[in-house]
């Protein structure tokens, strides 16, 4: 089944799960070095970069699951869908769940912890998903910076250890023993510690990210 964004038809979408950058509530292990407001404004630029990288993948629909409430920084091709759920297994479950309710269509979820990412990169997603049953992206912390479900199951979720270093190698464990035929992506490094952020920066020397870090304590001292 599919929807229609604009004049073409949508066969598929791509979801950003995210929290509004508010300091003290984003990237606290950015502090320090970081301040508070600091690592919030580091989250915005990521989340700015993130978005308006989605917001130019053509032919899907484009979709926000927020936990908080939407800001300037939010493209106008956006739909947005409030987070469900307490811990991230049970927001990333919803998530799918949510956006698949709304359009029957394939999913290529993201977090916004990985500025550097290109719309290249999720086109390519999005067409492993017309051949594979899942697309996993693995994260160099251990973790995966994406997942695409053909459809959406609650249970390749509900329960994986998050944040932790096995949790990629819990989930493509999931998705493997649940029999899928799963593609694989290129690993990414995500945003999480202030390692990550000079080495994400470095990756995109014009992004809205790189530019947030310019602006920062820790390149003043």
Do not use: N
């Not at 066969?11 to 799960?17: N, T």
């Not at 939010?74 to 927001?91: A, K, M, Y």
């Not at 500025?115 to 899942?134: F, R």
């Amino acid at each position: 089944m599919s929807g229609r964004y604009g004049e073409h038809p949508i066969h598929a979408q791509v979801v950003v799960i995210a929290k509004e950058p508010v300091p003290g509530k984003v990237k606290t292990r950015l502090i320090p070095p970081f301040t508070p407001r600091e690592a919030a404004a580091l989250a915005a630029a990521a989340l700015e970069d993130t978005l308006r990288t989605v917001a130019r993948v053509p032919d899907a629909r484009h979709v926000l699951a927020l936990d908080g409430t939407p800001g300037a920084w939010l493209p106008e091709s956006f739909t947005v869908l409030p987070q469900r759920g307490r811990g991230l297994d049970q927001r990333l479950a919803a998530a799918f769940d949510d956006a698949h309710r709304l359009l029957p269509a394939p999913i290529v979820l993201i977090g916004m912890d990985t500025p550097q990412v290109t719309p290249g990169l999720l086109t390519t997603a999005l067409s492993l998903l017309g051949d594979h049953e899942a697309v996993f992206g693995p994260a160099a912390d251990g973790g995966f910076w994406l997942l695409g479900l053909h459809v959406p199951d609650p249970a390749l979720l509900l329960g994986v250890p998050m944040s932790e270093p096995t949790t990629g190698e819990v989930l493509l464990r999931r998705l493997t023993q649940a029999g899928l035929s799963v593609a694989s992506m290129p690993c990414l490094t995500d945003v999480d510690t202030a390692a990550d952020v000079f080495a994400v920066a470095a990756l995109s020397p014009r992004s809205a990210f790189a530019a947030a870090l310019a602006r920062t304590s820790p390149l003043r001292r």
